[in-house]
């Protein structure tokens, strides 16, 4: 491969990255745009896997043409900016935007005399219409660059009221500043010259079908992840659905039955391990980090979490509410409310227990004489409608609700409070595992007594826009 076609890949992936990051304001809310048609109709994964093979073809015989137009303007540009006969050049199409002149004057005066207000658009127009056929038959070099240079020239020239002191010499002057002597035509083209190319184009479409393939194969793949309106969780995340839900009626601090109306969200699939709460310690200044260790952490010389790494992919526990709550907001999310946690772990068919209606031992880490947690997501089998693992047992999961009256919270109300804490523990019986089963925990500090043991951790969700 030649320095040349090296050059033009390197151009053509910073191409690339502009599109990928060009659209809406990010501040806006997301709203997925439809898959094409043909990518709806992905049943499957050996559908979905067609449609990546065929997407992926026409984007290597887009990127080629694409490809070759680069190589194949290249010259025409090296001809109009810096040949030897690059000012012989300029000079044929300054004359032939200046022959076009007259017409464009005439066309204006007939357009003013008949009383119609000529706007800059319209003068502007008015110039293409007269400039582009001329140029295009005159340009010594590729008509699209001469087109190009065309299109400038009326938009520099529309800034004017007329067209009547307009000389060769401020065409040639504009001319000259469209091309900055110190870049190159790769720089020419990513910036300046690629918009609106019928090559560029189909490349661009081909890249989008090629993503819009490989969404579709995720779908089938991983339909949990997503809404029915195509809204995407985060990795590591899953969709809860939006809709109405029938919690309850929740045993141990009793609340009655309820329906309430969720709007989507995701739900951390797992709960939070060890090695997540790790990774947020170390990006914490040393004296806050030391606020946040959970019970039998401790922070090395270098301010380094020590902990069990053996145990790195279990969950953290023995984490207060406040502990819990500054991770999730580290990590871009939230903590659930009570009603949001029973809706991931129950599903639309209010399960008893997150994978059905009856208990079955061995699929939680619960109701055996356990002493400790075990690794997330060992009970695949035992998974909530949603997707969520370890639901039942494990560690008890923190909620953003109050135990007392049962209100939901966005931060942590002051004086001593009750938070509710739901899904069981590796030390809880068959009983308190249940998708209705709730108790409260101390709100501020509850890990403050060493006589205090009761195994929480927690998961996070996040709003989907």
């Known amino acids: 491969m030649n320095s040349s076609r090296l050059t033009a890949i390197g151009f053509l992936l910073c191409l690339g990255t502009t599109w990928a990051h060009a659209g809406p304001d990010p501040a806006a809310p997301a709203v997925p745009a439809p898959l094409p048609a043909a990518l709806q109709e992905a049943g499957d994964e050996a559908d979905a896997l067609a449609l990546i093979d065929a997407a992926r073809e026409e984007r290597r015989a887009a990127y080629e043409a694409m490809e070759a137009l680069i190589l194949e303007l290249r010259d025409d540009y090296d001809a109009l900016v810096s040949g030897p006969d690059a000012a012989t050049n300029k000079h044929a199409l300054v004359l032939s935007i200046t022959d076009s002149l007259p017409q464009a004057r005439t066309r204006l005066a007939a357009e003013r005399a008949q009383g119609r207000p000529v706007q800059r658009g319209n003068r502007r127009r008015i110039l293409l219409e007269a400039i582009e056929e001329p140029i295009t038959a005159a340009s010594p070099v590729d008509e699209r660059l001469g087109v190009w240079v065309g299109r400038r020239v009326a938009d520099e020239l529309s800034r004017n009221n007329s067209f009547d002191d307009v000389t060769a010499d401020d065409v040639l002057r504009i001319v000259d500043g469209l091309f900055d002597a110190e870049a190159n035509w790769w720089i020419f083209w990513n910036d300046e ?7 560029v184009e189909r490349y661009q479409a081909a890249d989008e079908a090629l993503l819009a393939a490989g969404l579709a194969l995720n779908r089938v793949k991983f339909p949990e992840r997503y809404t029915s309106r195509g809204e995407e969780a985060p990795p590591g995340m899953v969709v809860v659905p939006g809709g109405n839900y029938d919690l309850g009626p ?6 009655p039955g309820r329906r309430v109306n969720l709007r989507s969200f995701a739900i951390d699939r797992t709960e939070v391990t060890a090695r997540a709460y790790a990774l947020f310690l170390e990006s914490l200044p040393r004296s806050q980090a030391r606020r946040m260790l959970p019970r039998s952490w401790d922070l090395d010389d270098d301010g380094k979490p020590l902990f069990d790494t053996s145990r790195r992919d279990h969950p953290v526990l023995y984490v207060n509410y406040d502990q819990a709550a500054a991770y999730a907001e580290w990590a871009g999310k939230r903590l659930p409310t009570e009603n949001e946690w029973e809706a991931a772990a129950a599903g639309f068919e209010g399960f008893v227990y997150p994978w059905g209606n009856n208990y079955e031992p061995g699929r939680a880490q619960a109701d055996e004489g356990f002493t400790a947690p075990i690794a997330v997501g060992s009970f695949p089998d035992a998974r909530s409608p949603v997707g969520c693992y ?18 939901d919270f966005d931060e942590l109300p002051k004086g001593l409070v009750n938070v509710i804490i739901r899904g069981g523990g590796f030390d809880s019986p068959w009983d308190k595992l249940t998708t209705r089963y709730r108790r409260a925990a ?24």
């Not at 370890?390 to 209100?407: I, L, P």
């Open 193 to 199: 010259f690629h918009h609106g190319l019928p090559e």
């Open 250 to 255: 929740n045993v141990g601090w009793e609340r």
């Open 390 to 407: 370890d639901m039942a047992g494990n560690v008890w999961e923190w909620t953003a609700t109050t135990g007392d009256d049962n209100k």
């Open 442 to 465: 101390p709100g501020h500090d509850a890990f403050g007594s060493p006589r205090y043991v009761v195994p929480i951790g927690f998961r996070c969700v996040k709003d989907l826009r």
